[in-house]
């Protein structure tokens, strides 16, 4: 029968628009098959020059990788190196600018030293043009042990992730691997502060009573197979 593609390792956060054309001052001229971002500071709005940017291929196939490629197409789960790995890269200008090879709706990602930034490219631009914002990335080294305190290997780890209202006792949840052990049980959880992201975007669409991090809820959760 017919196989579904895999679906992306981790959620973004940024708010859907279509990939269309803007003029903006300053920026290369873009074909109408490339995508223009511009890479700033997400503190500052300055532009950021040599960040590195990736996004995925217009042109990828996932049904047409080796059983090892696929293997590790799905436990490469940070999504920045999965864009790296099997999507498309550039580099940012003097200016922040890169050109990326347009598809319908894809996220692009952007690295620059210690600072990360995602945004989701989908529907009418914004009159200012897509700005991907470069944050402190942030992440959290986890290790996983048997009851003799021996790390174990190839332990996915993941991350839930529940917005609770104000009196509700369960709310909505993201779950995702968000890495794997290696061979003494540690695993690095990247790009963390995205949840702390979702959270401030989902307080802005509530009422000011929801103004306190108490009610963003992440915890760890393992599985051995």
Not at 148 to 155: N, T
Not at 179 to 185: C, I, L, R, S, V
Not at 199 to 219: A, D, G, I, K, M
Request: hydrophobic fraction near 35%.
């Amino acid at each position: 029968g017919s196989q579904e593609a895999p679906t992306a390792p981790l959620p973004t956060h940024e708010p859907a628009r279509t990939a269309a054309a803007v003029a903006i001052p300053g920026a290369p001229q873009v074909g109408a098959d490339q995508l223009l971002v511009q890479i700033v500071d997400g503190a500052t709005g300055e532009p950021v020059a040599d960040a590195e940017v990736a996004a995925e291929d217009p042109k990828f196939r996932w049904d047409r990788l080796s059983a090892k490629e696929i293997r590790e197409y799905h436990r490469l789960v940070d999504p920045f190196e999965s864009a790296k790995r099997w999507g498309q890269t550039a580099k940012s200008d003097a200016q922040g600018f890169a050109v990326l090879a347009r598809k319908g709706s894809y996220s692009v990602h952007a690295l620059k030293d210690a600072r990360y930034g995602q945004l989701q490219v989908q529907g009418t631009p914004p009159a200012f043009g897509w700005k991907v914002k470069l944050e402190p990335d942030q992440g959290m080294d986890v290790q996983v042990v048997d009851a003799a305190g021996k790390g174990l290997p190839e332990v996915p780890v993941g991350l839930t992730a529940e917005w609770i209202s104000p009196g509700a006792a369960t709310g909505d949840q993201n779950q995702w691997v968000a890495g794997y052990t290696d061979e003494q049980g540690f695993a690095r959880l990247r790009h963390v502060q995205m949840l702390q992201r979702d959270w401030q975007e989902r307080s802005e669409e509530h009422t000011s009573e929801l103004q306190s991090r108490q009610y963003l809820v992440c915890r760890l959760v393992l599985e051995k197979k």
